[in-house]
């Protein structure tokens, strides 16, 4: 079993439509949370950062993290088209600025359709 | 104006060649990475060095070599490549927990 689990979709939703993107984790020592958005042929940009367990909001992004049970999401309200793009989650169990390890989940694929 | 660039985006080589990438930031971060994508967009961290110090060193053959001159700069040399080695190569940099990575490396062996 991968330590982070998420499915690679692909996702496919109108335009304007909220979407809800997950992943799972087992190792319970993680405690720093990240989203990030990969566009075809390009690299990963950070969308989201928490730490531990909660919500939070940055415009039409929502991160959550439940952490009894190992589960985080990311909503995107009023979905737009230059939303399609691969979504990765990522954790670790510290940050610091030494070099952090951070592991990811496998993407999911988002296309949000006109 | 690139912030973590690396070159060459695409290299097609043959098995038992060896390749370098370059990667180079313009951040002022003192971390910097090598994560591998297979073609499942698995990402995967290889090494990072803080400084042009070796601090991570993930399961990796030794083919695998990254050289660091100065903290602005991370290369990745690969020796006698195969085909599992076919990925997309990522840089990055770091000055707390969030990553800025390059836009990657495709390399394909045949």
């Known amino acids: 079993q991968k330590e982070v689990e998420q499915d690679p979709g692909p996702l496919s939703v109108p335009e304007g439509a909220i979407v809800s993107l997950n992943c799972t984790y087992s190792?319970?020592?993680?405690?720093?949370f990240m989203w990030y958005r990969q566009y075809s042929r390009k690299g990963p940009e950070l969308l989201m950062y928490?730490?531990?367990?909660g919500n939070k909001e940055d415009g039409r992004f929502t991160a959550q993290v439940d952490k009894s049970s190992k589960y985080i999401s990311l909503f995107i309200r009023d979905s737009q088209p230059s939303d399609s793009a691969t979504y990765l989650c990522a954790m670790s169990p510290i940050l610091t600025g030494g070099g952090n390890k951070l592991t990811f989940g496998t993407g999911t694929q988002l296309k949000v359709e006109l | 104006d690139t912030a973590v660039s690396q070159t060459p985006k695409y290299l097609v080589t043959q098995m038992g060649n060896d390749k370098s990438i370059k990667c180079e930031q313009n951040l002022g971060h003192d971390t910097m990475y090598w994560y591998k994508q297979d073609s499942k967009k698995f990402l995967k961290i290889m090494f990072s060095y803080n400084n042009k110090e070796l601090i991570i060193n993930e399961t990796v053959p030794n083919r695998f070599s990254p050289k660091s001159p100065d903290k602005a700069h991370l290369n990745l040399h690969i020796n006698s490549l195969e085909l599992g080695d076919s990925a997309v190569y990522f840089c990055a940099s770091s000055v707390t927990g969030e990553l800025f990575f390059g836009e990657g490396s495709r390399l394909t062996v045949l």
């Open positions: 190792n319970s020592a993680f405690q720093y």
């Open positions: 928490t730490y531990s367990s």
